[in-house]
C-alpha cells in the first residue's frame, strides 16, 4: 500500500480525523480567549492542541514500527512522548502568566491552553470519547461558569 495513504496502523483518513480534530477542538477551547481579547486564542489554541496530536501520533508511528522491524534493543516509549509535551505545555503556559500591580492575568488562558494541549494528545492517541468529554468539560468550564461567577459576584457586591 502507498506510504501516503496508510501510515503504520492508521490510514491517512484516520490521520485526518485525529488532526482536524485535535485543531478543530484546540479553536474551540481558544473562542473564549478570542472573544475576550486574550493573545491565547484560537490559533494558539488550536496549533497546541495540533502539535499535541501530531507529536503523540508520531511517537505510537514510531513505536508501532520499531516493533515491526524487531527492534527490541531500542527504548522507545510513547507514554515519554506525553510526558514530555506536558511539562513542554507547562512552558508555554507559565510564559502567558504575568503579575503586574500584584494581580495574576492569564491564569486561566494558561489552564486551557494546557487542556488543549491534552486534547490533542487524547486525540493523537485515538482516545475519541476521553477527548470529547475533556473537550465538553473545558467547554461548561469557559462558558457556563462565567455566568456562574458574575452571579456570584453580583450576589456578593449587593
Known amino acids: 500500500m502507498d506510504e501516503l495513504q496508510y501510515m503504520g496502523a492508521i490510514p491517512l483518513e484516520g490521520l485526518a480525523l485525529r488532526l482536524g ?3 478543530l477542538g ?9 472573544l475576550r481579547g486574550r493573545a491565547t486564542g484560537l490559533r494558539t489554541h488550536g496549533m497546541v492542541a495540533l502539535s499535541s496530536c501530531v507529536i503523540t501520533v508520531s ?4 513505536y508501532e514500527e520499531a516493533i515491526a522491524r524487531d527492534l527490541e534493543y531500542l527504548s522507545i516509549d510513547p507514554l515519554r512522548v506525553i510526558q514530555g509535551l506536558a511539562q513542554a505545555i507547562g512552558f508555554i503556559a507559565a510564559g502567558a502568566i504575568f ?20 486534547v490533542g494528545i487524547a486525540l493523537g492517541a485515538g482516545q ?7 473537550l465538553g468539560f473545558g467547554l461548561l468550564l469557559m462558558t457556563f461558569m462565567r455566568v456562574v461567577e458574575r452571579f456570584m459576584h453580583r450576589r456578593l457586591d449587593n
Open 128 to 134: 475519541y470519547a476521553l477527548a470529547g468529554l475533556a
Open 59 to 62: 511517537a505510537f508511528l514510531v
Open 21 to 23: 480534530l485535535a485543531a
Open 26 to 34: 484546540g479553536m474551540l477551547l481558544g473562542l473564549d480567549r478570542e
Open 99 to 118: 503579575v503586574a500591580k500584584g494581580d495574576v492575568h492569564n491564569l486561566t488562558s494558561a489552564a486551557n491552553l494546557w487542556l488543549a494541549a491534552a
